[in-house]
């Protein structure tokens, strides 16, 4: 069962004047992230590995009257991650917000998972967040301060089949999170994290429910439902907002209470209660 659409709490203009970049912003759960943060007054950033995505999704945005810069890079490397950064701010004169967004994932077990593989998810993951996170705070946010959401996942204290790659990196992601909070709320900067759960029309999604033969995208948490990209969306709205002024090192886990499920008895639950 899908969820239906989530209510919107937050003033249209709670981000007029600033500007946010979401790295692999042109599809999936970034796409919403770019989507929702322009819908709230923000002029918008977005890059990713395939420029021709990003500029479809920029036409979408544009045609909703948001505005949007596009440039294509790969996180891994710095020299692009730099090059991307100063663009951004020759265009707009500022950056406020990134969202580290950008991710590979491909679901295999360990010994199928290749030690390129297995690199260039960390490479990512987490070096790519690392890059995007440096560029910003040295090119900008040092001096005028920001905000910085991670996307990560809330694999740090159990083991996951199919993700071994994807785990290790998202759990460095979330210590990055959490260092880069300390050494950087003096310059006016917040750093906060998002752990999306099983999210429906994604293809991470869809890539892990024909991995394990599942058929179909199913809900395994306590609250029996599939969230939406745009649920993670109005989370990171929220840890960039005002109303999160006094936030910074947390994490938020939006996946329906499956990460505190360890029994995964939700399931068994709903069934029993029928």
Known sequence: MPLSEPVDVFAPDCLRGQVAFVTGGGTGIGREIARVLGRHGARI???SRR???CEATAAELRGQGIEVHVDQFDVRKAFEVERVTKGILERFGRLDILVNNAAGNFPAPISKISYNGFKSVVDIDLLGTYNCSKAAFELSMRERG??????????ELRGVAYQAHVAAAKTGVLSLTRSC??????HGIRVNGVNPGATGETEGMKRFADAVHQGEQRATNPLGVISHGQDVAMSVLFLVSP???????????????S???ELKMGPIAQESGR
């Open 45 to 47: 950033a977005i890059a």
């Open 51 to 53: 420029r021709d995505v």
């Open 146 to 155: 920001g905000n910085i959401v991670n996307i990560a996942a809330a694999f």
């Open 181 to 186: 909070a300390v050494e950087w709320g003096p």
């Open 243 to 257: 109303a999160a002024r006094h936030v910074t090192g947390q994490v938020i886990s939006v996946d329906g209470g």
């Open 259 to 261: 990460s505190v499920d």
